[in-house]
T-cell receptor
Framework: GAVVSQHPSWVICKSGTSVKIECRSL??????MFWYRQFPKQSLMLMAT?????????EQGVEKDKFLINHASLTLSTLTVTSAHPEDSSFYIC?????????????FGPGTRLTVT | GQSLEQPSEVTAVEGAIVQINCTYQ??????LSWYQQHDGGAPTFLSY????GLEETGRFSSFLSRSDSYGYLLLQELQMKDSASYFC?????????FGGGTRVLVKP
């Protein structure tokens, strides 16, 4: 159980265009999802916390007007990279948390590799 | 804020044992988690320690000492498929902050 999917798995877009990435929890309801960004051979950097039915909470330094997050249902969160530039090229990963008793784990989607030309 | 330190790379041979250390500084602590990530793939959850001591899950074990702000992941009977990056992460509320990752290379 606890499967998270992402779509698309990879996307190439031209500079100045917008790209939407979908994150779905397939077999559970996720009231909270997270969006991360990862550059090659680097760690995961949390961009924002997405709560169903409310505005996302962005980490310091992340432009909320550039990275639009919508969490319209308990199984879907979307990240839209607006006016993309080559420096936005990265691996974007979403996750959903399951807090069960003593366990603290997040289930990650397979990631979306964005290349902006 | 939070910061986590772990070695950048470890190389070992098949069958060996590898220990990946993680030291952390946090304001508020809800536990130490470990994740594995193969190149191009998604991180997968390995283990979680909320209390001091050793947690064993098959060939992998994780240890936590809250008084020392220190933990480690122990990989035993290394296999080629264990070549991956391993991240420690601390939880605060429902958020995770990840360490820089340790790249483990297993050689025949």
């Amino acid at each position: 159980g606890a499967v998270v999917s992402q779509h698309p798995s990879w996307v190439i877009c031209k500079s100045g265009t917008s790209v939407k990435i979908e994150c779905r929890s397939l077999d559970f309801q996720a009231t909270t999802m997270f969006w991360y960004r990862q550059f090659p051979k680097q760690s995961l950097m949390l961009m924002a916390t997405s709560n169903e039915g409310s505005k996302a909470t962005y980490e310091q330094g992340v432009e909320k007007d550039k990275f639009l997050i919508n969490h319209a249902s308990l199984t879907l969160s979307t990240l839209t990279v607006t006016s993309a530039h080559p420096e936005d090229s990265s691996f974007y990963i979403c996750s959903a948390s399951l807090l069960t008793g003593q366990s603290y784990e997040q289930y990650f989607g397979p990631g979306t590799r964005l290349t902006v030309t | 804020g939070q910061s986590l330190e772990q070695p950048s790379e470890v190389t070992a041979v098949e069958g060996a044992i590898v220990q990946i250390n993680c030291t952390y500084q946090t304001s508020g602590f809800y536990g130490l988690s470990w994740y594995q990530q193969h190149d191009g793939g998604a991180p997968t959850f390995l283990s979680y320690n909320a209390l001091d001591g050793l947690e064993e899950t098959g060939r992998f074990s994780s240890f936590l000492s809250r008084s020392d702000s220190y933990g480690y992941l122990l990989l035993q009977e290394l296999q080629m498929k264990d070549s991956a990056s391993y991240f420690c992460a601390v939880g605060q509320g429902n958020k995770l902050t990840f360490g820089g990752g340790t790249r483990v290379l297993v050689k025949p």
